[in-house]
């Protein structure tokens, strides 16, 4: 044999291992407490590469494992379960009014959170200003070091580059975020930013609760704006030019409502949190000095209380996300459409409004199947999201379908 195909096969031999290792470890999060034996029986390996690979991550404190007192048993089975308490990563959630920052145990728990009011101005400035914040936050926690930073922005980024390209609600245009990052904490070795709703929808996809098939869905973030994540075989979908999934700017009305994209008619400019707000002025006119988000927290805050005008404001929203949801259905057929932010709280408002468009637009005779759901994260959607960005690379982004 040449070296030149003995150096491939070992490095093939290792890319193995790799996703071996991946593999394994993606199956003890999900499937704990799990036996060694199940795990084999799970992905095909041998015995002896399986428990070879669990020693490996023993002894890193990935995993620790607990005799299974079963009574009814011979022998008693060592169960494995994922170590926490030991590895942190650092989220930081960045939105038009407040940004969060937080540190996360690596099955997507937030431990600590801060939030600042978003300065994006000067971008730079302010990244810096995050990451001070989050520095504070692991002191106050006594964490040595962190193992990973996840950040999220609404707008269309490189993920590979750790590049905004474009961010409309933050006035940001290709902006080195990497470079300032990697500059203020060169002992954190992995740093991934993504799209807010992206990421929302990979948390969702890992730590969420739904108990249907998420194989194939779409996570749809209401906020300031509208943006989306398209998860398909179990995989985040990506793009050429990092920008699919950009539904909040699809055209629902020729001439409509002017958007921030500068067109007009966009689904954002009708079914977003600035939407709302823009329909509660129009109605009830006034001297408002607080921030979108603020503004519309307080609408559905009167919805909850029965105020007819904030109701019928979230009503027409709800159908006018119908009116989006159901093209969504037409082009990409998903298992479900989730549904993440504030709207959610009123979600016995919006989801009938919502429904019955979709059912009028959507199916076209199919079976009716397609669930319409509130999101199942229990913390902000984006901020969990930030964080998994950064925990997938500690699971080398594996994801297990069986």
């Not at 540190?103 to 101005?121: F, L, Q």
């Not at 989730?338 to 429904?355: F, N, R, S």
Request: hydrophobic letters at 45%.
């Amino acid at each position: 044999m040449s070296p030149k195909s003995s150096n491939l096969i070992t490095g093939n031999a290792k890319i193995l291992r790799g996703i071996n290792r991946g593999m394994i470890l993606n199956i003890i999060r999900e499937k704990q407490p799990i036996s060694r034996v199940k795990i084999a029986g799970i992905t095909g390996l041998n015995k002896s590469t399986v428990s070879s690979i669990i020693s490996e991550l023993l002894k890193e404190d990935l995993i620790y494992e607990e005799v299974n007192e079963d009574q009814n048993i011979g022998r008693n089975p060592l169960n494995l379960f994922l170590k926490l308490g030991k590895y942190f990563v650092g989220a930081i959630n960045i939105d038009s009014s407040i940004t969060r920052i937080a540190i996360s145990d690596i099955d997507g728990s937030i431990k600590n959170i801060a939030e600042i009011e978003t300065d994006s101005k000067v971008p730079e400035d302010f990244i810096e200003k995050c990451v001070t914040e989050l520095l504070k936050l692991q002191k106050q926690m006594g964490i040595e070091s962190l193992e990973g930073l996840g950040v999220t922005i609404a707008g269309i980024v490189d993920s590979e580059k750790l590049t905004v390209n474009f961010a409309s609600n933050l006035g940001w245009e290709n902006f080195d975020i990497g470079e300032i990052l990697r500059k203020m904490l060169p002992g954190v070795k992995n740093i991934s930013i993504g799209n807010d709703a992206k990421a929302s929808a990979l948390a969702e996809l890992w730590f969420g609760d739904h108990a249907i098939d998420l194989s194939n869905f779409v996570f749809l973030s209401v906020g300031h704006g509208i943006g989306s994540g398209i998860v398909i075989g179990n995989k985040l979908m990506d793009s050429a030019f990092k920008a699919a999934g950009e539904f909040g700017h699809m055209v629902i009305f020729e001439g409509g409502e002017l958007c921030k994209c500068g067109n007009n008619g966009c689904w954002e400019a009708y079914a977003s949190d600035r939407a709302i707000v823009n329909s509660y002025i129009a109605k009830k006119p006034g001297k408002l000095d607080h921030a979108v988000d603020f503004i519309a927290q307080d609408i559905i805050d009167l919805a909850k209380q029965n105020d007819p005008t904030a109701v019928e404001i979230l009503k027409k929203t709800g159908y006018y996300l119908g009116l989006g949801i159901a093209n969504i259905i037409k082009a990409i057929d998903p298992y479900a459409i989730i549904i993440g932010g504030k709207v959610t709280q009123v979600w016995d408002i919006i989801y009938p409004e919502i429904m019955i468009v979709v059912t009028q637009r959507a199916y076209f005779g199919r079976e009716k199947n397609i669930k319409i759901l509130p999101t199942s994260l229990k913390t902000l959607p984006r901020l969990i999201g930030a964080a998994t960005l950064a925990i997938e690379e500690i699971f080398d982004g594996y994801k297990i379908i069986a």
